[in-house]
């Protein structure tokens, strides 16, 4: 995955190169289409002027017959030129999303405390949106606008010579129309640019909202998080009428000078005009300035895009050029895979974060067909050891080696493949139970039966009226805490791997449970490493080697009987959860 993203290294604008023949075929046909479209007026000249104002039908048909013809061009080219913008900008939107879900994919838990969710999902899809309409309208105007406009002028001063200096006419309108679009842009930018990150705001209230209803409730704090949530509405509300009424003022604006310099035209024209042969000119003449007129109003309407277009490109960059901390290594194993015995040995880790070591000087060894667990108070670093062996996050200081061999230096696909990991944090997909605890790894229905029999799921399990196809809804809202745990530890089990990583993942079973669940471990899982993270004494008091952290450090290691004589950190934990009697001291 991450070779991927490196291809994409250079941002936004490197998704547009290959398109590039796409683009070319576009602007070439749109090109064609506003030659066709300048030449229509002259046409119709030449139909009053040498047709109706002499009686000649012959030249009204002839010419006429040449409109129609040009007309039909003109609309195939434009069918053509839709079709070709409408792909390109919906081929490099795809293309954008696409490249910024695997790089988000590929981040860190360093990466990820750059952005919030709400800012990821924005730039995600909002900002790519915002590119895909700049770029769809920008294809279909970015060559119609100076042909139309430097064709029109041509053509404009050609006809009105012999009528008087009509070319002013053109000149104060157009002139009239930059400074309007320049006004409204410097005025407008600074809004957009604020859009963008309020968008953000709205989207994190909610996902705040959403995710915490039920604290919300539980402390009556709904008439808050309402009022938290329109204030952020508002103003995005605000933002968004005030750049938006600004920028549609240029209609109205275009409206008013486009029937302007028709009377003028007329106006002028009418004192001017020699014979009656030059109405056709006049007519051609008016047509002209509005395709003048007309190719500012397009080059506003780019103009319009321009600000959000270009904060969205800055909010996608931030996200496809930030480095991404696990580097992986190209795969060098065989087809089938990469199978390990799975000893895990720590020499001498630190990791650091925020110019502080959360963990250090870790050093011990997991050997596999025995269970190592860890133990430690709150914030001690027992989450971020464990997060090490998958390389969910890497070790800043010393190896951390599995069969020898330094996790940095295997492809993280086959790394991944042979650790079953718990998060302390579970999350179950919306989905069924059997797509949940086979996720990734596996539809076989015998693997599946036998995780959840080891998990001690099956009660529950068989209690739903549609056993393994029942429904579980987004983040497992549906099922307990207990259940969503035990689903979770399935999940791991259906891998088959030499490596199993638990951390915390029995806090919410009951007694009874977790002694069941860690029987049928010892009894399926004997030939693997097993390494639990865990609060209760009497989950690990059983376990080959217990690693005892205090404070990012290493206080005691050891079996539990052991630890109870010679840490007091061990022994202090254990006084707090056990009786003396359990204890046997």
């Not at 015998?446 to 029942?470: C, M, P, W, Y």
């Amino acid at each position: 995955m991450e070779n991927k993203v490196k291809k994409k290294k250079f941002g936004v604008m490197s998704f547009y190169k290959q398109y590039a023949l796409l683009i070319f075929f576009s602007v070439t046909f749109l090109a064609g289409q506003a030659i066709c479209e300048l030449q229509l007026p002259e046409y119709m000249s030449n139909i009053v002027s040498q047709g109706i104002a002499v009686s000649d039908m012959d030249k009204v048909l002839y010419w006429g017959l040449w409109m129609i013809g040009l007309t039909l061009l003109a609309s195939i080219f434009s069918v053509v030129v839709s079709y070709l913008s409408s792909k390109i900008s919906a081929g490099i939107a795809r293309d954008l999303r696409k490249a910024c879900f695997d790089k988000v994919m590929a981040f860190a838990g360093e990466e990820y405390n750059k952005f919030d969710l709400a800012s990821l999902i924005t730039r995600s899809t909002n900002d790519v949106t915002q590119l895909q309409n700049f770029t769809n309208v920008l294809l279909r105007m970015i060559m119609m606008t100076p042909i139309m406009g430097m064709g029109g002028i041509i053509k404009a001063v050609k006809l009105g010579a012999g009528m008087g200096n009509l070319a002013w006419v053109i000149v104060i309108a157009v002139l009239i129309i930059f400074v309007a679009i320049a006004l409204l842009l410097m005025i407008a930018q600074p809004k957009f640019m604020k859009m963008q990150k309020a968008i953000d705001d709205v989207n994190q209230v909610a996902n705040d909202e959403l995710t915490g209803m039920m604290v919300i409730r539980a402390f009556n704090t709904q008439s808050n998080e309402q009022e938290r949530f329109d204030v952020a509405n508002r103003f995005l509300t605000g933002l968004s009428l005030f750049a938006n009424r600004t920028m549609v003022s240029l209609m109205p604006l275009m409206t008013f000078v486009m029937n302007s310099v028709t009377i003028a035209i007329v106006w002028i024209a009418a004192y001017s005009a020699q014979d009656i042969t030059q109405v056709g000119n006049m007519m051609a003449f008016i047509q002209y300035a509005m395709h003048i007129i007309m190719s500012f109003m397009l080059v506003s309407m780019v103009f319009v895009l321009i600000p959000r277009a270009t904060v969205s490109a800055k909010r996608i960059n931030e996200i496809l050029h930030t480095s991404v901390s696990i580097v992986n290594k190209e795969s060098k194993q065989n087809p089938q895979g990469l199978h390990l015995v799975g000893d895990v040995e720590f020499r001498d880790v630190a990791y650091s974060y925020g110019g502080d070591n959360a963990v250090e000087h870790i050093s011990f060894v997991a050997e596999h067909g025995k269970t190592t667990a860890i133990i430690g108070s709150t914030g001690s670093g027992k989450s971020t050891i464990i997060n090490m062996i998958p390389r969910l996050i890497d070790a800043t200081e010393g190896e951390i080696l599995i069969d020898s061999v330094n996790v940095k230096d295997y492809n993280l696909k086959d790394l991944r493949a042979n650790v079953g990991f718990v998060p302390q944090k579970n999350y179950l997909f919306s989905g069924t139970i059997a797509s949940n605890v086979g996720y990734g790894s596996t539809d076989d229905t015998d693997t599946l039966n036998k995780s959840i029999d080891i998990a001690q799921a099956r009660h529950f399990v068989d209690n739903k009226e549609n056993g393994l196809e029942s429904e579980i809804a987004q983040g497992g809202g549906n099922v307990s805490g207990g259940q969503k745990q035990r689903l979770s530890i399935a999940r791991a089990l259906s891998k088959n791997a030499p490596i199993y990583v638990f951390d915390d993942s029995f806090s919410a079973l009951d007694f009874k449970t977790d002694k069941a669940l860690r029987a049928a471990l010892a009894q399926e899982l004997s030939g693997a490493t097993i390494i639990i993270v865990a609060q209760r004494v009497g989950t690990i008091k059983n376990a080959d080697q217990i690693i005892v952290l205090d404070d990012g450090h290493i206080v005691g290691k050891g079996k539990h009987e052991d630890l109870l004589k010679t840490c007091d950190v061990y022994r202090e934990i254990a006084k707090s959860q056990l009786s003396e009697e359990e204890l046997g001291i």
